[in-house]
């Protein structure tokens, strides 16, 4: 699946996101902005669930590009240790069972499944047996 | 130094106003501060006027005479309205001026505000991605400060309750009737964790204020309502601010962030000499109910976590120790950008003279009425305004 964007994840399988790591204080950001003020850097594939919502309303389009038909999703602010909280959607998971600290791990998701060529989008899920 | 007064205000009402422009309810608010104050137009010698969608300001000047004032116009998001008037007050404090005006108008379309990445330097992807929605950042601070200090979703409610119930009395509001905190907990989710009743609405409105120095104000023998402090600032390193991809992480996550709302409260109470205990009535930023939770903490009026507290102790209604929201704020007001920090300054100087009629605060802190008011307002990305004033 491609990338909804270039610069965003790591070429390996499975992918890693790519933040940027700035030049003059070291600090992490995502994505990795354009210029020479960062330098990439794959990020964490694991990390803990910072903040979260639930959009339950379809953006308005332009810009929003998912599909026409809309279902609910989360949004999801999960910080990588060390590095970054990254906002991305949260999937795998009911909206009532989401609990901020749960341990999540990165799946990139398509946009929209539906689409003739499907992009991908950062997208977490609840790590398979652990707890918050 | 002399303080500088507000002694006209006026404002269109707030909400649906079909046919009418944003700058013609903009005309509206000046034509009535004016009258207010009792002086004409050809006097005023400045001007600075905020507008976010509705056009530039200056060009009312087409209606209210072609005097050759100097009319300054402000986009600074949330906080136009606090930045015209911090401007406006540097105006006269210079000594520049002696009589001037703050107008603030706005009119938008229905719906959730429609932003673009490239207008906030974000990439397309961003937008494609379903990421350029306020609301979603609203929700998710205050999902995190729930979590972190044990607010529950009544707590959201009664600040929403307490706004329709307030706007009851206000003539300039727009949704005007009460709604049972029940009916406000089982209303569709927006985004959790807010139902439909806890965000405001996108709304038009206008709102102009008079101000003149100490000197000027005697002599047209208005009382004295003083601008003690204005400030307007933005945001400090690791703040989460709306549409913000990514976010600092920091060694203590324990507490909340910084916030240019800590920032300017902290300045204003310096510059006013007075602290949170002294003030009398507070209009704080609440285009969300969680919104008037964490800004009651960020602006000082109490700890974080007490907001639980306060709410069902009643604290923060028109009776209670601090009122908060008297006119029902953002959420039963609406969010015209432009006009929404001099709405909460207009709400403010009604109080402080008494008018607030059905909505007055008693003011039993000190007897006879009110003698301190606070405003607050904060915006995208990350800028805060705000006032404090003083009879």
């Given amino acids: ?132 | 130094m002399s303080d500088v007064c507000i002694v006209g205000i006026g404002i269109h009402p707030f909400g649906r106003t079909d046919g009418l422009s944003g700058l013609d309810q903009g005309v509206f608010a000046v034509r009535q501060a004016l009258a207010d104050a009792g002086v004409d137009w050809p006097q005023i010698q400045f001007a600075y006027g905020s507008s976010d969608a509705a056009g530039n300001p200056d060009t009312m000047v087409d209606r209210l005479g072609l005097t050759g004032v100097q009319f300054i116009n402000v986009r600074n998001g949330c906080a136009a309205g606090g930045s015209a008037l911090f401007s406006a007050q540097m105006a006269i404090k210079s000594g520049e001026f002696e009589l001037g005006l703050a107008v603030g108008f706005d009119k938008h379309p229905r719906g959730a505000f429609n932003a673009l990445p490239s207008e906030y330097n974000l990439p397309d992807w961003y937008g494609e991605a379903g990421y350029m929605v306020t609301t979603q950042f609203f929700a998710a601070k205050i999902m995190r400060y729930m979590h972190m200090f044990g607010i529950s979703n009544e707590t959201l409610a009664r600040v929403a309750e307490k706004a329709f119930r307030n706007a009851t009395h206000a003539p300039h509001a727009w949704r005007r009737q009460p709604v049972p905190i029940e009916e406000i907990l089982a209303a569709p989710l927006v985004s959790d964790p807010y139902t439909k009743y806890m965000f405001c609405s996108p709304a038009e409105g206008g709102v102009a204020l008079v101000l003149a120095s100490e000197k000027k104000a005697r002599e047209l023998g208005k009382p004295l309502v003083r601008l003690k402090a204005a400030t307007m600032r933005t945001r400090p390193p690791h703040s989460f601010e709306v549409f913000a991809p990514s976010v600092d992480v920091v060694a203590d996550d324990s507490m909340p962030r910084g916030t240019a709302t800590r920032i300017a409260s902290a300045d204003a109470f310096r510059l006013a000499g007075i602290g949170p205990g002294d003030i009398d009535v507070a209009q704080l930023q609440d285009t969300e109910a969680g919104a008037e939770i964490m800004h009651m903490a960020e602006n000082g009026f109490c700890a974080d976590g007490d907001q639980e507290r306060w709410l069902s102790e009643g604290r923060t209604e028109i009776g209670g120790a601090l009122p908060v929201n008297t006119d029902g704020g953002c959420l039963a007001c609406g969010e015209p950008i432009g006009a929404s920090g001099l709405r909460q300054v207009y709400e403010n100087v009604v109080q402080l003279r008494g008018d607030g009629g059905g909505r007055q605060v008693p003011g039993h802190k000190r007897g006879s009425g009110p003698k301190t008011a606070y405003s607050h307002v904060y915006g995208a990305p990350g800028v805060s305004a705000v006032t404090i004033l003083e009879r």
């Fill in chain 1, 1 to 132: 699946m491609r990338a909804i964007a270039e610069g965003l994840f790591t070429d390996e399988t499975p992918p890693r996101l790519l933040g940027g790591r700035e030049r003059a204080t070291g600090r992490v950001v995502f994505p990795c902005p354009a210029g020479d003020s960062c330098d990439p850097v794959p990020l964490a594939r694991e990390g803990r669930l910072w903040s979260y919502t639930v959009q339950r309303y379809r953006p308005k389009t332009p810009p929003y590009a998912g599909p026409e038909a809309f279902a609910p999703w989360i949004v999801a602010y999960v910080e990588l240790p060390g590095e970054v909280i990254v906002e991305a959607r949260l999937v795998g998971v009911d909206f009532g069972a989401v609990r901020i600290g749960m341990p999540v791990r990165l799946v990139p998701l398509a946009l929209d499944p539906e689409a003739a060529e499907p992009l991908a989008i950062p997208a977490f899920a609840p790590m398979e047996g652990t707890r918050a």
